[in-house]
């Protein structure tokens, strides 16, 4: 049986109020890697959100990593909410999924919020039970093909291959993870805290794009607290 497809999603930061989070936290562009680019993004930063070129470079990098950690098993606080990706094109949603799974205590939602009756609803799931739970779930299927719908660029088709993919940067108890669903398990980055979080998630970045130095398609994304308040 084929594994379902969605519209690809862009990086559109709207989406996630479709989804009945609260603008209290937002999501902002990061124009730049060096300090004073830093420096203008609002703070607190709770999360990242990375989209990057799936290229061979990375693909080797992605299947050597996981051989190692098998070998080197890390050590995942059980804090960390993680979904696998089943759906094709969903990475956008699963990277929103893991943002808000991981900082709920900090954020606000509509009293309907598909997105925090999912999370919910699959807190205690593995994370292969959570992804087939999201198969179904009519509700973040239809923004979210509602949202790639309204891009600034003409969705592509179901079957169209895309290369571009999301992950997700969090600060779970004071250690720095990286979630995709594509991988077995969250990966470990080491230790941060709330005031070092955006340069030690910005760090993590900056070696996807060594890798791969003549790319450019990379896209940082920033939850940050409303600076307004």
Request: aromatic share 8%; with cysteine; proline share 7%.
């Amino acid at each position: 049986m084929d594994s379902p497809r969605w519209l690809p999603l862009e990086s559109n930061p709207e989406f996630i109020t479709c989804l009945g989070m609260k603008e209290t936290w937002q999501f902002r562009d990061v124009y730049g890697l060096d300090p004073e680019l830093l420096s203008m993004v609002p703070r607190p930063v709770c999360a990242l959100l990375l989209l990057f070129p799936v290229t061979e470079k990375y693909e080797t990098f992605k299947q050597e990593e996981e051989e190692r950690l098998k070998k080197q098993p890390q050590e995942v606080s059980p804090d960390v909410y993680f979904i696998k990706q089943t759906i094709g094109n969903a990475c956008g949603t699963i990277g929103l999924i893991h943002v808000v799974a991981n900082n709920q205590k900090r954020l606000e939602f509509d009293a309907k919020s598909p997105i925090k009756d999912f999370i919910e609803k699959t807190a205690k799931m593995t994370p292969e039970e959570r992804a087939a739970f999201l198969e179904k779930d009519d509700s973040i299927r239809v923004t979210h093909e509602s949202s790639a719908q309204e891009g600034q660029t003409e969705a592509p088709s179901l079957d169209e291959k895309v290369i571009l993919h999301f992950i997700a940067l969090v600060n779970v108890g004071g250690t720095l993870y990286e979630l995709d669903g594509r991988k077995p398990f969250p990966i470990v980055h080491g230790k941060t805290s709330e005031d070092t979080f955006l340069e030690d998630a910005v760090d993590v970045c900056k070696v996807f794009m060594e890798r791969d130095p003549q790319e450019l398609r990379f896209t940082i994304i920033a939850l940050s607290k409303d600076s307004f308040e």
